[in-house]
């Protein structure tokens, strides 16, 4: 991340980042039923139905990594790849799951090396933002550093795989210029109601 983008994300504050989105006004670029992934899920619903499956699974299934953990990696990724609607959305549901500390997501966010979580979460970070550049930028080193901080194999999978993931349905929304409120209320509702039910309900 350049040091332009740290200083800009410093500066806003928790509410402000949650909120601001970078298709902001403008129109999508097809006709979709409603804003956001969950008009994307309703325009193509066999299709829909399969990827909201998948992200359940990978952010609601069982795992020994929590889910504010794995909604961080994908806040995590999605904002390296600059998708406001995907960083602010499950920013919202991180926030959620931590009792509403956005605060902890915008560190994460600006430098998960200086923020108050787990080193191994830390480490399994590391491997994400390698996979949001390329998935052969991961080197057996980063998995090694990841194992000796006491992630398992399969938390090693599974990060890998959000990180993909998150980074396909960020080209999916943005691909689209798929719409969002610009209403950081709107966000946080969404977050709400994400961590109870289903991920796109």
């Not at 500066?11 to 970078?22: I, N, W």
């Not at 008009?39 to 829909?48: D, S, W």
């Not at 549901?93 to 200086?114: M, P, Q, S």
């Not at 080193?119 to 080193?141: C, F, H």
């Amino acid at each position: 991340m350049s040091d332009d983008r740290k200083r800009r994300l410093v500066e806003l504050d928790a509410t402000k980042q949650m909120g601001v989105l970078r298709r902001d006004g403008a129109m999508a670029h097809i006709a979709m039923p409603g804003p956001g992934m969950r008009g994307l899920l309703a325009f193509q619903p066999a299709a829909g139905s399969l990827l909201a499956h998948l992200v359940d699974t990978l952010l609601r299934g069982p795992s020994t990594l929590t889910p504010a953990e794995r909604e961080l990696i994908a806040t995590f990724v999605s904002a390296r790849n600059d998708c406001s609607i995907c960083q602010t959305t499950h920013g919202g549901k991180a926030a959620a799951h931590l009792g509403g500390n956005a605060e902890l997501i915008r560190r994460v966010v600006v430098d998960y090396t200086t923020a108050d979580v787990s080193n191994k979460l830390k480490a399994l970070l590391a491997i994400a933002e390698k996979v949001q550049q390329s998935g052969n930028e991961v080197t057996d080193k980063d998995v090694a550093l990841a194992r000796k901080e006491g992630a398992t194999d399969v938390e090693i999978h599974d990060t890998v795989l959000i990180a993909a993931a998150s980074c396909m349905f960020n080209r999916y929304l943005d691909g689209l210029a798929t719409s969002a409120p610009d209403d950081a209320d709107w966000f946080r509702k969404q977050g709400r109601s994400g961590a109870r039910t289903s991920v796109f309900s």
